[in-house]
């Protein structure tokens, strides 16, 4: 039996309670739903300008690639000890291809993973020298997916919701989130009380009424509120205004260097300080953010729990360059000494 959202029981947030809900981890099973995305990193170093253009000539001394967007969430939740379903699309391509290969080891579980012919595999190209990105080029398919495909997605949604505890949704604007989608999941997902977690596009928020909890981050959440600015009685107004106007359970605000706000259904909130030590990439963190969280309400943590295991998730991330997972060892790590 899957670990389900419970607050009965919860520990208290001391480095020991929290390195619980981490044991609690491979029990946990989480759905990730949403556009997946091939991270391709082009890693060189710069001596000299072109002659062509004023821009820097990058010698090439390595290439990788890594899953991105979705795949990097289902990434996160694996990496952390916990079990995971991925459902997204891919194009009939090179990319496509590549991007199955990078999820190889767990190929058994890839039944979520649609074919659509009609568009391209998302292919992010990101070229980086001497630790800072240079310039990144995308590949992809912004429209929606027809309906045929939706039911794909859906059907395997449904396939999925008896051994789920918690359902992360990952969208990056590239087509599979749609309205249409998004009530279905919520319905499904209400009907076996399943928590529902959005990381979400600023174009798509009204599609998200009824979830659980949405993670924006301050520019995000300022947009979609129509304010401006990124001090703590803005954020706190946003944060505020977008719960009410989805009637989500919580919104969790990630504020980078500034930490992350948290606000609740019963009007309480509170405001955690980064726990980064040095910040060289944000690539990426956004997916580790949900992935924590989502195990940790899946472990039965409650949504502040929740929120602090994230923050030191994020706090490690970003310390890398790429995108990057954190390990369990990692994470009970960060939150130091009882």
Known sequence: MAARKTNSGSQPQTPQGLRHYIQRFPQASVLVVG??????????????????APVPVVHVESESLRLGGAANVYSNILALGGKAHLCGVIGA????????????????????????????????????????????????????????????????????????????????????????????ITRLAALRRVPVIVDPKVEHFNFYKGVTVITPNHLEATQASGMHGD????????????RQRLGCQSVLITRGEKGM?????????CHLPTKARQVY???GAGDTVIGTLALALAAGADIKTGAIMANHAAGIVVGMVGTATVSPKQLSEAFGDD
Not at 35 to 51: N, T
């Open 231 to 242: 001090d703590n009685q803005t954020i706190n107004e946003a944060g505020v205004m977008i």
């Open 281 to 283: 990439d944000v690539t």
């Open 261 to 269: 706000s948290l606000y609740e259904g019963d009007g309480a909130s």
């Open 93 to 184: 391509d090179q990319s496509g291809k590549q991007l199955v290969a990078e999820l190889g080891h767990t190929r058994g579980l890839l039944g979520g993973i649609v074919v659509d012919r009609e568009r391209p595999t998302t292919r992010k190209s990101r070229v980086i020298a001497h630790n800072q990105q240079i310039v990144r080029y995308d590949i992809e398919g912004r429209s929606e997916l027809k309906a045929v495909l939706r039911q794909k997605i859906l059907r395997y949604v449904e396939s999925k919701l008896r051994e789920l505890s918690c359902i992360v949704v990952s969208d990056y604007a590239k087509g599979v989130v749609s309205s249409a989608l998004m009530s279905d």
């Open 35 to 52: 556009d997946l995305i091939l991270d391709h990193y082009v890693m060189g170093r710069v001596s000299r300008i072109s002659p062509e």
